[in-house]
């Protein structure tokens, strides 16, 4: 399995997919996006100059291993230090707002020379469950033609640069590119795509988690080339980013960016479709056959739920097997 994303919704599908080792004996890779630029990755990222590592970290320790001592250590990767006690109002001691495994990741990408190696062995650290790649051994900006940034004035569209301005855009993105505009993919990871039975998309931050996977020219050829399956998991309510946008309108996405892509399965949550023709719709134009199931937490929240995601996931996954 190789799972394309970044951040929560990454996180998410990966633990989703570690409770299905036991019963489909899975080889998990997750391909993360490399274009964070705020909180901590932001900050490490401007002063160090190499990968922001946030998003790495969350799918190393979503596939943490169980054993006591890896639980210990996948908390400290996510333990974060706060402000130091006593020090004035807007201080800085360094380390503040920083997570542990941030820090971790930009030492072994420093000490090993390369972000793959250093990512190896952070996941022997963690007893990791699979493997986690970079999209691009280089880190990207993220562009988008927003129109509507300034509500002042709805009808200009303005271009909104980086990860973190895009994600909280008030506007409707219109079309999205990365700098530089033509990434050197990361080899592994088209290896592992090239070798894959299922390639999955999703959930996530469609414009800044998703997308930016297909924008990669050597990794966007490879997802199409690959003889795998192809699944996309929908998410369960719209973002900043994409307020204005349909599920259907989700995958229409994916076709504008990637026409080549062809998709197999479409994993929808029921309740969050709502009146499934649409959706369906825009499944077919894909390829692909829409699955409904109930894969969020009960509390009402719009997340998912990953034992649920992974019990959905258990009978798709392993039908062909």
Same mark, same amino acid.
């Given at each position: 399995?190789?799972?394309?994303?970044?951040?929560?919704?990454?996180?998410?599908?990966?633990?989703?997919?570690?409770?299905?080792?036991?019963?489909?004996?899975?080889?998990?890779?997750?391909?993360?996006?490399?274009?964070?630029? #705020?909180?901590?990755? %932001?900050? +490490?990222?401007?002063?160090?100059?190499?990968?922001?590592? $946030? @998003?790495?970290?969350? =799918? !190393?320790?979503?596939?943490?291993?169980?054993?006591?001592?890896?639980?210990?250590?996948?908390?400290?990767?996510?333990?974060?230090?706060?402000?130091?006690?006593?020090?004035?109002?807007?201080?800085?001691?360094?380390?503040? #707002?920083?997570?542990? %495994?941030? +820090?971790?990741?930009?030492?072994?990408?420093?000490?090993? $020379? @390369?972000?793959?190696? =250093? !990512?190896?062995?952070?996941?022997?650290?963690?007893?990791?469950?699979?493997?986690?790649?970079?999209?691009?051994?280089?880190?990207?900006?993220?562009?988008?033609?927003?129109?509507?940034?300034?509500?002042?004035?709805?009808?200009?569209?303005?271009?909104?640069?980086?990860?973190?301005?895009?994600?909280?855009?008030?506007?409707?993105?219109?079309?999205?590119? !990365?700098?530089?505009?033509?990434?050197?993919?990361?080899?592994?990871?088209?290896?592992?795509?090239?070798?894959?039975?299922?390639?999955?998309?999703?959930?996530?931050?469609?414009?800044?988690?998703?997308?930016?996977?297909?924008?990669?020219?050597?990794?966007?050829?490879?997802?199409?080339?690959?003889?795998?399956?192809?699944?996309?998991?929908?998410?369960?309510?719209?973002?900043?980013?994409?307020?204005?946008?349909?599920?259907?309108?989700?995958?229409?996405?994916?076709?504008?960016?990637?026409?080549?892509?062809?998709?197999?399965?479409?994993?929808?949550?029921?309740?969050?479709?709502?009146?499934?023709?649409?959706?369906?719709?825009?499944?077919?134009?894909?390829?692909?056959?829409?699955?409904?199931?109930?894969?969020?937490?009960?509390?009402?929240?719009?997340?998912?739920?990953?034992?649920?995601?992974?019990?959905?996931?258990?009978?798709?996954?392993?039908?062909?097997?």
């Amino acid at each position: 399995m190789v799972a394309f994303g970044g951040g929560h919704g990454l996180s998410v599908s990966l633990r989703a997919l570690r409770r299905c080792v036991p019963e489909l004996d899975l080889d998990i890779t997750a391909v993360v996006t490399v274009g964070d630029d #705020g909180g901590s990755s %932001g900050r +490490l990222r401007a002063r160090r100059g190499g990968l922001p590592p $946030g @998003d790495l970290r969350q =799918a !190393l320790v979503a596939l943490a291993g169980d054993h006591p001592a890896t639980r210990r250590t996948a908390g400290l990767f996510q333990h974060r230090f706060a402000d130091t006690p006593g020090d004035p109002v807007g201080t800085d001691d360094g380390l503040a #707002g920083h997570a542990v %495994g941030n +820090l971790v990741l930009c030492g072994l990408i420093e000490l090993l $020379g @390369d972000p793959v190696a =250093a !990512l190896e062995h952070a996941g022997a650290m963690l007893g990791a469950v699979g493997r986690v790649l970079p999209m691009s051994r280089q880190p990207v900006g993220i562009e988008a033609r927003v129109r509507g940034a300034d509500p002042a004035y709805p009808d200009e569209v303005r271009t909104v640069r980086g990860q973190h301005q895009v994600a909280v855009t008030g506007g409707r993105v219109e079309s999205l590119r !990365l700098t530089p505009t033509t990434p050197a993919a990361c080899a592994e990871a088209v290896a592992a795509t090239a070798e894959a039975d299922w390639l999955i998309f999703g959930p996530g931050s469609w414009y800044t988690s998703v997308l930016p996977h297909l924008l990669v020219p050597g990794l966007a050829a490879a997802i199409v080339a690959s003889p795998a399956r192809r699944l996309v998991t929908l998410n369960l309510a719209a973002e900043k980013e994409t307020l204005g946008l349909s599920l259907a309108d989700h995958l229409a996405t994916l076709r504008h960016y990637l026409p080549e892509l062809a998709v197999d399965l479409v994993l929808a949550d029921s309740k969050a479709v709502g009146d499934p023709a649409p959706v369906e719709r825009a499944a077919e134009s894909l390829g692909a056959r829409l699955v409904l199931a109930p894969v969020a937490v009960t509390d009402g929240e719009p997340r998912h739920d990953p034992a649920a995601l992974g019990a959905a996931l258990v009978p798709v996954l392993g039908a062909d097997r």
